[in-house]
């Protein structure tokens, strides 16, 4: 079965630090892929997304991820950690066809010390 | 574009009754996606409709939940006989399209405990 993994459930870095997110998926197929970030009580918002242009994709809010196939990765990153960057970051994937769905990791939870 | 909208925001029920949430999406979004969250976990998908039609249901989609969409427009799901395992964050998401690139848009989610 088509999964995502997301190694570590919670990381902590200081402001200002290098914030590094990982995800691979497994799947011979290489599927559109997706990190969302989830704010306390708030729904989930896009990021970023990989559709089979560029594998340097960059997104919102200084967010950046690259796709590697050789390694089944789309590894989240930013240069400098922001407070507000505190939340909950899931990395998803989608097959596309009749499969609409996505299929997410566990998450992420990032924390930002001051 | 108001956003995906969601009702309730909160839902506490007792064991054995039935429970129905309304999810309204952007308009014109043509697919409509229903997940759930449990604490620790990513969002797991339950149920979608392109349109009117529901297209695909997850096995976790037990007998007790049933999901519509009439007229294409918003959706409810509805839980009969709720058991403490229903017990859930119901997310619901739409889209435009559906090539599997497009971007699911969500709302913020209705909470349920069911004591």
């Known amino acids: 079965a088509q999964s995502v993994t997301q190694l570590g459930s919670h990381v902590s870095v200081s402001e200002g630090a290098l914030v590094l997110l990982r995800c691979n998926y497994s799947s011979s197929v290489p599927p559109y892929l997706f990190w969302y970030v989830q704010y306390p009580n708030q729904g989930l918002q896009l990021l970023l997304k990989?559709?089979?242009?560029?594998?340097l994709v960059k997104g919102i809010n200084g967010f950046e991820a690259e796709f590697k196939k050789s390694e089944t990765s789309f590894h989240l990153t930013k240069p400098s950690a922001h407070m507000s960057d505190a939340a909950e970051y899931f990395c998803a994937v989608s097959y596309g066809g009749s499969q609409g769905n996505l299929i997410f990791g566990k998450g992420t939870k990032l924390s930002v010390k001051p | 574009d108001t956003g995906v909208s969601q009702n309730p925001r909160h839902k506490i029920t007792k064991r054995g009754q039935n429970v129905t949430f309304r999810c309204d999406p952007i308009?014109?979004?043509?697919?409509l996606y229903w997940y759930r969250q449990t604490l620790g976990q990513g969002p797991e998908f339950l149920t979608y409709f392109q349109n009117e039609a529901q297209l695909e249901k997850s096995r976790l989609l037990s007998d007790r939940f049933s999901a519509e969409r009439p007229k294409g427009s918003f959706s409810t799901l509805e839980i009969q006989r709720t058991e403490q395992g229903d017990s859930a964050m119901y997310l619901c998401a739409s889209s435009l399209g559906g090539g599997g690139q497009e971007t699911q848009y969500f709302g913020p989610g209705t909470r349920l405990l069911v004591l």
């Open positions: 308009s014109e979004h043509n697919r």
């Open positions: 990989y559709t089979s242009a560029a594998t």
